[in-house]
């Protein structure tokens, strides 16, 4: 995804989906099939 440019009061907006972006990072490093 690319780099977006945030206003001010977009900011948690931003914090937010950084942290999606790294859990989702974290989901598909560490996937574990269990079927």
Do not use: C
């Not at 907006?13 to 490093?29: N, P, S």
């Amino acid at each position: 995804m690319a780099k977006r440019t945030f206003l001010d009061f977009e900011q948690p907006i931003a914090e937010l989906e950084g942290k999606i972006e790294e859990l989702r990072y974290v989901q598909t490093e560490s996937a574990v099939d269990i079927s």
